[in-house]
């Protein structure tokens, strides 16, 4: 299997993570995103989106982290991803959350416009508001993952143990 990845990825680091602990043996290709690699050929014709990571495997190809994520764990049959209905469920969930609610406010709209052109408003204005509702949304959904996510007693997003969740999450 083949891992198209950048280490500064934060979606490409949490595969890395996962297929190191689980020792599962990926030849690593580097997609240059500081060069624009990943918007040329070849590369644009493997993933459509044009980002990072891919995993190629054999003629079967993945470009959604979390979808290359539960696909990793089922070849490996991994405990990292329940085979119980509901356990497995509340892992998808946390998934889906970190993607959806976290991601989107701490990511998106406080940490990628401070960092990269392409996500900076037009004006000083503009930033100034997308960055003041990036923190207050971002304080919202962190205070979730302290106090009900994780909440007492709670080693991993999905209970006592470490899950593909916990690995999805961790980059962010």
């Known amino acids: 299997m083949k891992l198209y990845y950048h280490p500064i990825s934060t979606t490409s680091r949490t595969i890395m993570l996962f297929a190191a602990e689980s020792g599962i043996p990926l030849e690593m290709q580097v997609?240059?995103?500081f060069t624009g690699e990943h918007v040329q050929a070849p590369y644009a014709g493997l993933n459509p989106n044009k980002l990072v990571p891919t995993l190629e495997d054999g003629d079967f190809v993945l470009t959604e982290s979390s979808a290359i994520?539960?696909?990793l764990a089922d070849t490996i049959g991994s405990p990292a991803y329940p085979?119980?209905?509901?356990?497995?469920?509340?892992v998808n969930e946390r998934m889906d959350w970190t993607?959806?609610?976290?991601?989107?406010d701490l990511v998106y709209a406080l940490v990628y416009p401070q960092i990269f052109d392409t996500h900076k408003r037009r004006s000083d204005e503009a930033q100034a508001a997308t960055l003041q509702r990036g923190?207050?949304?971002a304080q919202v959904w962190l205070k979730v993952l302290d106090?009900?996510?994780?909440g007492p007693g709670k080693k991993f997003l999905c209970g006592d143990s470490i899950t593909i969740a916990d690995h999805?999450?961790?980059?962010y």
């Open 99 to 104: 993607s959806t609610q976290l991601n989107q």
């Open 83 to 90: 085979k119980d209905l509901k356990q497995r469920a509340r």
């Open 147 to 150: 106090e009900s996510v994780l």
């Open 31 to 33: 997609v240059d995103l």
């Open 135 to 137: 923190q207050e949304r």
């Open 168 to 171: 999805h999450a961790a980059a």
């Open 69 to 71: 994520l539960k696909y």
